[in-house]
């Protein structure tokens, strides 16, 4: 199993199904395979799992203690187990650790972004625009998906040469990256130190809650890389969940005027940032995945 082939199974299962009420009703997933969804009160860090019986129906059970996003995410998951046939590893290990999950949680995460942001519609959405906190929040409210699930599936279609990354404290979990990001070689290691001089650096140092933007030389992020150009960072700190986040990009029109407008916007993204950064918190929490 690898990447590209669980997003072309997962297209497959898709294909010719009526997608238009998938952001708020999942069942045209549910009834095709074959299963019905339960919620009950699992355990705090249990996200669902299912029961198949011996006549192949399935019941898919999850957490209705966690957060609706997480629920959706975790009934698509589950889907992903039935469709790829892969069995479930749980337990083993708590879902901060990235690296060390097992493959199977993996490629059915995988399948599930798939199913709750479709290619066609999402790629149509995120084209042309260039990424932002506030690209991301509106798509996480149209899809009805997590910020964190939006914004790698935002870096993962975008035209732009950029990538989301979660940290903690100390060291980078995971960073996603587009493919024009990809195509120059530009890598950002995994269980490596947070960069100084990157804009996450510096709010996890001062360790309040917060938002900021902010243009620095590119080689902060990617020091094997191409010398000379600016990035920008958008980052946000939550000391309460150990937990920080980074969109960064390049920006591909770098014309005589674009100093200006560059300040322009993120003036505006500023504002948005702190906006809302007043209200609900828009990330899952540090919990076990399933
Ligand atoms: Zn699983």
Not at 14 to 21: E, I, Q, R, T
Not at 123 to 147: G, Q
Not at 179 to 188: G, H, I, M, T, Y
Not at 189 to 198: D, E, L, M, V
């Amino acid at each position: 199993m690898d990447e590209v082939t669980v997003q072309s199974k997962a297209r497959q299962f898709m294909a010719g199904l009526d997608l238009s009420m998938i952001s708020t009703d999942l069942s045209v997933y549910i009834n095709k395979v074959k299963a019905r969804l339960k919620t009950e009160e699992l355990g705090e860090g249990e996200s669902g799992y299912t029961l198949t019986k011996r006549d192949g129906t399935s019941t898919i059970i999850v957490n209705e203690l966690e957060r609706i996003q997480r629920q959706r995410f975790s009934t698509c998951h589950e889907i992903g187990h039935l469709v790829l046939e892969l069995g479930s590893n749980h337990e083993e290990t708590p879902s901060w650790s990235y690296v060390k999950r097992h493959e199977n949680e993996i490629w059915c995460d995988v399948f599930a972004a798939e199913l709750l942001m479709p290619y066609d519609s999402f790629k149509r959405d995120v084209d042309n625009e260039e990424p932002s906190f506030d690209l991301v929040e509106r798509l996480s409210r149209k899809y009805r998906t997590s910020f964190a699930a939006t914004a790698s599936r935002v870096t993962a279609l975008s035209d732009y040469p950029c990538a989301f990354i979660t940290m903690d404290s100390s060291v980078i979990r995971h960073a996603s990256r587009s493919v024009p990001l990809r195509k120059l070689n530009a890598w950002v290691a995994p269980r490596t130190p947070i960069p100084p001089g990157s804009v996450a650096y510096d709010l996890i140092k001062n360790d309040e809650r917060s938002a900021e933007s902010s243009t620095i030389p590119q080689d902060v992020w990617f020091s094997d890389w191409l010398q000379g150009y600016d990035l920008v960072e958008l980052s946000k700190h939550y000391p309460e969940y150990n937990e920080t986040f980074s969109l960064i990009w390049f920006e591909v029109d770098d014309g005589p005027d674009e100093p200006v407008n560059t300040f322009r916007r993120e003036s505006q993204m500023d504002g948005e940032l702190l906006k809302e950064i007043d209200g609900v918190l828009p990330w899952p929490g540090k919990r076990k995945r399933r």
